[in-house]
């Protein structure tokens, strides 16, 4: 079956722009959690969403938000961006938030210039 | 406090060669769970194995394994016979959450070890 497809996988942008990037789970999965991996801060968890509602919630600014739709795509949107938010952007997706395997997308490289 | 410790930040190991990548936690929480994920160069995370905080037994997928001693806080990937394709990093991470609440998806990730096969 297919894995986690995140969508674009490379992204430029300027500061103070916005971005948003894309994540369809496992089919069947209805939990998606999004990552921030730096070489400084390592790996930080962002938010994750299940049927549509937001559970969890990491320590990051408003500037970043999620949402997710009724087949379990989520988006995950960065406002006025700024050069810290240069990063690999994870998401997992796992079945039901109990289960015992959480899967990895390949990421979104995100470079703000 | 650091939830999840990885004290070795690099490892070179001989091809075929059995590899133990070292891993401590930290949580109050009597239910959990303890995963390890290998990330390539190309940036995917890819899962290798899950261990439970009730699991009786140590979990093996494989050529991986983890040593899981509870009282001591450790959950130790031991790769065995390595092979050139094991060059990346390795993270292990935790879910914490209570029986009743075991619905917490987040993720607490250690630092990583590089790990670097030789030929």
């Known amino acids: 079956k297919a894995g986690v497809t995140q969508t674009p996988r490379y992204l430029i942008k300027t500061r103070g722009q916005q971005v948003t990037l894309s994540c369809s789970p496992i089919s069947g999965h209805r939990s998606v959690s999004w990552y921030q991996q730096t070489p400084g801060q390592g790996l930080q968890f962002l938010f994750e969403y299940f049927s549509e509602t937001q559970r969890n919630k990491g320590n990051f600014p408003g500037r970043f938000s999620g949402r997710q739709f009724s087949n379990s795509r989520s988006e995950m949107n960065v406002s006025t961006l700024e050069l810290g938010d240069s990063a690999l952007y994870l998401c997992?997706?796992?079945?039901?938030?109990?289960?015992?395997?959480?899967?990895f997308g390949q990421g979104t490289r995100l470079t703000v210039v | 406090a650091q939830k999840i410790t990885q004290t070795q930040p690099g490892m070179f190991v001989q091809e075929k060669e059995a590899v133990t990548l070292d891993c401590t936690y930290d949580t109050s929480d009597q239910s959990y769970g303890l995963f390890w994920y290998k990330q390539p160069s190309s940036g995917e995370m890819i899962f290798l194995i899950y261990q439970g905080s009730y699991d009786e037994q140590n979990a093996t997928e494989g050529r991986y394994s983890l040593n899981f001693q509870k009282a001591r806080k450790s959950a130790n990937l031991v790769i065995s016979a390595s092979q050139l394709g094991d060059s990346a990093m390795y993270f292990c991470?935790?879910?914490?959450?209570?029986?009743?609440?075991?619905?917490?998806?987040?993720?607490?990730f250690g630092t990583g070890t590089r790990l670097t096969i030789i030929p």
């Open positions: 997992a997706s796992s079945l039901d938030g109990r289960g015992t395997e959480a899967f």
């Open positions: 991470a935790m879910r914490e959450g209570s029986i009743s609440n075991f619905g917490n998806e987040k993720l607490t």
